[in-house]
């Protein structure tokens, strides 16, 4: 879970993966040392290490070995358990977190005398009792219980859980003249807690139970994994004292038995393993215990050690046990060499050493017999004897710092002595080094008798005249010079093999032993090569562990870990109830629809006729030759336009004018007030929202249709996304899909009603939809058979998909720069199929390059804006993807072939050349002027979509006092070949003085004949106001607030007027809509557009005297001026002011038709503007004022 991708909706927070790493049973090892009173963890442990189901736990079980055992299997430990044997299945790593546990209740508690016992305090015994009952219960668990992991966290329970390092003090070596001593060193490191007897029986079981089980390669000896532990933490004190207590233990027990007599021994053999197998695991447990002797970790006094080598050798010379005489003589040298090299400077030292010379001499036929063979041993005792006999330090001998072997010259044991013996230390010293003097030639005279040939060998000479009678033994003092210097040699030699074994690994030194040990039998051949592959082992698993961190890192990982998953659990609710809610506000939609379907005029129970009081819109469905004129209800109507009760009130009629009303709303209210008075708060509820509900406009399902509002859906999962090729550094702009399908979540249906069965998105682009003065920014997808564009959603830099209002301002950068003015257009989600896609033209939005606008079959269009560099990639995709473009210049909407390119060239009309063009075509007739009008306007890059684009037709007429109009006089036409700022005299001499005269202080702004433009949001809006969606967007643009009544277009003649003489801000065309639309000149919406100064109340448009008072009669016969011969012979004058040569240039200076320069696309990149306050003037001046056609 903390890998989820979880977006911004949770702070970033990141994980160490060496941690994520370290294996579950150690982690729960390091929590659950923290709660070892709670006992409900041992029975859960214990039913885990068993294999058995979790049952529940009586609410006040204590924590006893018939407990536990009667929970588990349901039969008490004393019964016979062979029928509950077959059941367990041992698990060692639940084993060794018990284990862990129970070395944590060893360190944290001790009894102390008067310290009442608890309960918690025989925790550790019960448990301890409970794995020995498994143990001895089942032979075939054994494995399991000498494996390395299981054996070494038993034997870290002798140890504390944290450890003091020593102090110099503690590290003085105390080798044993009196048993007292080693009392005093390590009894008191030793825990008075009882379960420490149980864990040292239970290993000694362990270990003399291995002693009969065959040497294997895949496992190390128990022996071995014991005497290496070392607790983690424990320091060197703390681990002599662990070793000397198990190595004390058994060979207490080993004697105890007579271990090497055979049958008589009472040593049991278990499952598995064979009485031969005994000897050889004895003599290396033997060899081990001289090992650390050696090594300064044995805490015992060394001839102990000698008896029990001695007794052991005694057994198998009894028993002639060939196969490890050799070994054990080989430990009993080197345990003899240990203790005469032990130095004589005090009476202790010397004591012992005397006490080890009479042992030698006492057994005598044993050491110096035909059996010890080795000359390395003859040649380093005779170097002790010389040098004892001498009075002469041994070099070397017994390792100044007990825990670290050093051979040096200058070693030597320090001995403490009681005070009061320091009067007579000198006369009892020389006693004592008279004594070892007579000892030691005892020993000599031993060893010459029995091993001359030897120490001829070694010493390479002749002792004694050769056929001499007499065997009399020579003084060692009188070779001294002969033997001395190669006897050295093999002591050091021999002392320097012992540093070296000691310096190495245990597994390096169990090779040594066992190659010695291989000699005499093939029992043990296999050694070797086992200790180096556990060795190996060992180091893996520890390579493990200190590369999975420590525990407090571990356990700041999982807290860290666990914080994670809280917040992630906190988002999925959240997105839950985000999903819940949706689909409350879905099903109300849909329940709305269906109920509005019913109730609609002449649906099974709605009205027969319509209502007078029913509102229409103008829908933007384009007809044949691109006119717009199907009409739609407008069921929001009076949520824009709600009854204003306030208004009625004589004080407040001077705000009557600053809000927009309708004079039919009073009775609309007062009909459903008067129906249900819960509609009264559904209408007051309904003017507060934004009515933003997300329509389906799908052509192939009508009755799929809208919801509102959606918010956290994520359609990540839905589209199966890949690396997308690099694209100018804009991939947070784009995505691409592919692969293999995903099952749907519940949080992406808001996404998923959309798309077809089984779709998969291919392809996806940020983009903004433009709709008059609505921008709505979403995304562009690319499916197998049909594109979609979803409002409201956008694509982060992380590539995750989110809802544009669920995010803050600062967390994406939009496509559009900001208008100042919200935006109150509905959110859609619309599809079209590939084959339905009849064009896609470049276009410009903001006079930047950016936009794109797709044309359907149906007549839906939609003009999108994209990022920069952008455009063209996603125009790419359109022509690859759309395979129903037409490429014919009748069926294109701009008359136009698509190979024809209009993007570039001084004007359009150079692209215009060659018999296939529009120009051609309407030369021949084969098209009207208001066909051509508007190809020439889409060529352009004029749009219905862009009112600051919105396509631009000319006043056709100078004529509107006329009753009837006269088609064949040329004054009651316009003149064609000027622009509307030209059409009088006396204007067109004040503009001219206007350019002649201009002078800009800053020197930025050029020279210009008109200030403001003949096309604009504005100039469309004031003409289209009587009708929506046109009437929102020129309140938008006013403030929210209809214009005075002076100022708004009411009359034909004063338009006209003001536009070809009376004023000189004032220079518009006409729209289309003057030629086919006479909806927009009625004001069927009823609204209250004020009074003028005269007294006359604004209404319908008045109309001139040859319309005849008829919005119908004036379209007849204005598209009839439209297309009479005297327009068709002059219109081409016109399309030069606006689209052609006389656009821009000297041209356009001598036509009177220049501009300000910012109507002129180049001259302003809004992108590069860093002044803010710069960039929104820029942007203002553009949208109020329009834009020169490209």
Known sequence: LAGCQLGSAIPKRESRIENMGTPGFQQLTWLLQHHVEVSQIYFLLMALMMGQPVKLLPPESKLDLLNAWSLLFGVPANQPMNSVMGKISLCAEAVTVMLSMVRALLSSQSKSAGEPESDRYHYAVNIVQFLFLVYHSNPHLMPVFMSQEVLTALANTLFPASSEPPTPADEVFHVPEAKDLHRSSSQEAVPHHPAHKFVMDFIRFIIVDSLSLPVTAKATPPLDIVLECSGDTANILEQSRVQSEVLTALMDHLLAADVLLGDQAALPVVQGGCAQNIAPNVSYLAARTVDKLWQGMLGKDPHEVFDFVVKLLTQAKKRQISTCVDTLYHCLNRTILFLLSRGTDSIADQMSVLEALHKLTNNRNMIFGAGNHELEFIGCLTYCLLQLISEMKIVGGVPQNPHVFRMDVNAKTTWHVNPSMEDTDELTSRQGQNLIGVAARRVWDELYVCKKPAIEEVFKMTLGASGSSNNKTPELSAIREQIIEVATKVWLTYVDSERKATYK??????????????????????????????????????????????????????????????????????????????????????????????????????????????????????????????????????????????????????????????????????????????????????????????????????????????????????????????????????????????????????????????????????????????????????????????????????????????????????????????????????????????????????????????????????????????????????????????????????????????????SILSSLIGETSVTQRWVRGEITNFQYLMHLNSLAGRSYNDLMQYPVFPWILADYDSEVLDLSDSATFRDFTKPMGAQSPERLLQFKKRYKEWDDPHGETPPYHYGTHYSSAMIVCSYLVRMEPFTQHFLRLQGGHFDLADRMFHSIREAWNSASKHNMADVKELIPEFFYLPEFLTNANNFDLGCKQNGVHLGHVVLPPWAKNDPREFIRVHRHALECDYVSNNLHHWIDLIFGCKQQGQAAVDAVNVFHHLFYEGNVDIYNIEDPLKKNATIGFINNFGQIPK
Request: proline share 4%.
């Open 505 to 906: 690994n245990p597994w390096e030194m169990h090779n040594q032993i066992q190659s010695k040990i291989q000699k005499v039998t093939g029992g043990l051949t296999r050694l070797a090569s086992r200790s180096k592959v556990k060795k190996e082992d060992s180091l893996r698993v520890k390579s493990q562990v200190s590369g999975s961190g420590s525990e407090l890192e571990n356990v700041t990982m999982i807290q860290h870990q666990v914080t994670l998953v809280k917040e992630l659990v906190d988002v999925q609710a959240k997105q839950h109830a985000l999903t819940q809610d949706y689909m409350e506000r879905y099903v109300l939609e849909e329940w709305l629809q269906i109920e509005a379907e019913l109730t609609r005029e002449r649906a099974l129970w709605g009205p027969f006729f319509p209502s007078r009081l029913d509102k229409w819109m103008l829908d933007m469905t384009e007809g044949p030759s691109r006119m717009r004129k199907k009409m739609m209800r407008n069921d929001i109507f009076y949520t824009h336009y709600p009854f204003r009760p306030e208004l009625e009130c004589s004080e407040n009629k001077a705000l009557k004018y600053k809000v927009a009303t309708c004079w039919d709303s009073k009775e609309h209210y007062h009909s459903y007030k008067s129906h249900s008075i819960g509609e009264q708060e559904k209408i007051l509820s309904e003017e507060k929202q934004n009515y933003q509900r997300l329509d389906y406009i799908n052509e192939e399902s009508p009755n799929d249709r809208g919801f509102e509002n959606i918010e956290q859906c994520n359609i990540r999962r839905a589209v199966k996304r890949s690396v997308s090729e690099p694209d100018d550094g804009n991939d947070d702009n784009e995505t691409e899909g592919g692969g293999g399908e995903e099952d749907p979540l519940p949080d992406n249906q808001s996404i998923l009603r959309i798309l077809e069965p089984n779709e998969k998105i291919s392809h996806m682009f940020r983009c903004a939809r433009i709709q008059g003065l609505d921008t709505m920014e979403g995304l562009l997808l690319f499916g197998k058979e049909h594109m979609y564009i979803v409002d409201g959603f956008t694509l982060l830099k992380s590539r995750e998909i989110r809802d544009i209002e669920s995010l803050p301002q600062d967390c994406y950068e939009p496509i559009l720069p900001p208008q100042g003015t919200a935006s109150s257009g509905k959110k859609q989600c619309s599809k079209f199929s590939y084959e339905d896609i009849r064009e896609v033209h470049k276009r410009r939005y903001l006079l930047q390059p950016m936009a794109l606008e797709v044309f359907s079959g149906d007549g839906r269009n939609y003009l999108l804006a994209f990022p920069r560099k952008i455009r063209n990639k996603v125009y790419q995709r359109f022509m690859a993807f759309a395979t129903g473009i037409f490429d014919s210049a009748l069926q294109s909407v701009a008359g136009q072939k698509r190979t024809a390119n209009v993007e570039q060239g001084a």
